[in-house]
């Protein structure tokens, strides 16, 4: 038995006897891919289950942190292994091609899951700064001219419906089940055209930079038919 280094969970064991041909390692390739894709469920698995523990002990920042040098470290080791490939492909190596060819995949299996994780942390962070700007509403105005420069709809328009909807309050519930600082009811706020759907829909940001999308595809009226025409 022969122990190897895995990229994301540390060494485990890897039963082999000798070294195999090029033919058996392709085939059996395709064993150890299924293998490394469990391990990885796990491991996603066990960040989720272990997240509120960690947000406890930890400030959110610093586990952005620390996610950033782990996707570096994965970044740098998938290099690695694809340089070594590469170099055994031009010497024309016959032996040994399949498990290094396994390595690439785990290496970028692991740039994957690390780029996950710091995507998921950096929602986290803005959805936690939208909550904190929501409680006083003082932001909206600046979170309104951003959307607006970006997506090419007035501004002013922009609060204006905000503040007509809401109050600025990003936790509103209106009657008939219409939430946040638009009020959106969900259905509306989950659909196809909603670049930000996967997000809260009470995560003040996300609603400001929807709103000023649908804006600027024509969707006011539609959307807000009484506000709208009156904001803009």
Not at 76 to 84: C, F, N, Q, S, Y
Not at 137 to 156: I, M, N, Q, Y
Request: charged content about 25%; hydrophobic content about 40%.
């Amino acid at each position: 038995m022969r122990t190897e280094r895995h990229p994301l969970f540390g060494y485990g064991a890897r039963h082999c006897s000798g070294e195999p041909g090029r033919k058996d390692d392709v085939v059996g390739t395709r064993c150890h891919v299924q293998i490394a894709l469990f391990a990885l469920a796990v491991a996603v698995a066990t960040v989720v289950a272990v997240a509120p523990a960690r947000a406890s002990a930890t400030s959110l920042e610093q586990q952005l942190r620390g996610t950033r040098a782990e996707l570096r470290h994965a970044k740098a080791h998938l290099a690695g292994a694809r340089e070594t490939l590469d170099a055994a492909v031009t010497a024309h190596q016959k032996r040994g091609l399949g498990s290094l060819v396994l390595e690439v995949r785990k290496a970028r299996h692991g740039v994957r899951f690390w780029t996950a994780v710091v995507d998921d942390l950096r929602a986290e962070r803005a959805r936690r700064a939208a909550v904190k700007a929501g409680a006083g509403g003082g932001d909206w105005k600046t979170l309104c001219r951003r959307a607006a420069t970006k997506h090419g709809v007035s501004a002013d328009g922009l609060y204006r419906l905000l503040m007509m909807e809401s109050g600025g309050r990003a936790r509103a519930v209106g009657a008939g089940r219409y939430y946040g600082l638009f009020q959106y009811t969900l259905f509306t706020w989950r659909s196809a055209w909603n670049p930000w759907r996967g997000r809260d829909v009470f995560d003040g940001a996300a609603q400001i930079e929807a709103s000023a999308y649908a804006v600027s595809k024509g969707m006011g009226y539609s959307l807000w038919g009484n506000t709208y025409p009156v904001a803009f």
